[in-house]
T-cell receptor, first 112, second 114 residues
Framework: GQSLEQPSEVTAVEGAIVQINCTYQ??????LSWYQQHDGGAPTFLSY????GLEETGRFSSFLSRSDSYGYLLLQELQMKDSASYFC?????????????FGTGTLLAVQP | EAGVAQSPRYKIIEKRQSVAFWCNPI?????LYWYQQILGQGPKLLIQ????????DSQLPKDRFSAERLKGVDSTLKIQPAKLEDSAVYLC????????????FGPGTRLTVT
């Protein structure tokens, strides 16, 4: 079967650094994407890793270890606007095409 | 560049009624996805189109859900008859190619079945 695990909630203070972990079990793994979703809003793409290592995009970085079936999203210099749900999503090769399988999400609360 | 458009934004129906959602993807995006997102969960893929052909509908409850993408552009998702457990946000997304790791989502339709 396929499964993704991430913490349900994380709390941090403004200006701090927070790491959201994601572990997965899947066949046909291709890569790991991260999405942000504000309450009542649409998911928006943040980052993607297909190879092991760290990808940096401004204040956000994402890491992947294929051998450990593990990845994380690192948010630096937290701002109040970063309060949202964060989803890891496995890019799964299904024969004809790739599809995303989303985790259950981590609700990040940034406090002043 | 215009984003993914969806309508309606909200819909309230009674169980056993039917409902339809419409999606217009970003211009030039060949791949279109319909997701169901139940409160507190991640989006769950219902169906994926490549141009106007279905490439994955393994999680679509085909006894009540149907979808089409005529002419490879906009798409319609229908539920008939609706059940209480269909209450969710229905998200449409599109991507330029087939890799699918970066998808652009519409605002969604919040469906309440009473």
């Amino acid at each position: 079967g396929q499964s993704l695990e991430q913490p349900s909630e994380v709390t941090a203070v403004e200006g701090a650094i927070v790491q959201i972990n994601c572990t997965y079990q899947t066949s046909g793994f291709y890569g790991l994407s991260w999405y942000q979703q504000h309450d009542g809003g649409a998911p928006t793409f943040l980052s993607y890793n297909a190879l092991d290592g760290l990808e940096e995009t401004g204040r956000f970085s994402s890491f992947l270890s294929r051998s450990d079936s593990y990845g994380y999203l690192l948010l630096q210099e937290l701002q109040m606007k970063d309060s949202a749900s964060y989803f890891c999503a496995v890019q799964n090769y299904g024969g004809a095409t790739n599809k995303l399988i989303f985790g259950t999400g981590t609700l990040l609360a940034v406090q002043p | 560049e215009a984003g993914v458009a969806q309508s309606p934004r909200y819909k309230i129906i009674e169980k056993r009624q039917s409902v339809a959602f419409w999606c217009n993807p970003i211009s030039g995006h060949a791949t279109l996805y319909w997701y169901q997102q139940i409160l507190g969960q991640g989006p769950k893929l219902l169906i994926q189109f490549q141009n106007n052909g279905v490439v994955d509908d393994s999680q679509l409850p085909k006894d009540r859900f149907s979808a089409e993408r005529l002419k490879g552009v906009d798409s319609t998702l229908k539920i008939q008859p609706a059940k209480l457990e269909d209450s969710a946000v229905y998200l449409c997304a599109s991507s330029f190619g087939t890799s699918g790791y970066e998808q652009y989502f519409g605002p969604g339709t919040r469906l309440t079945v009473t």
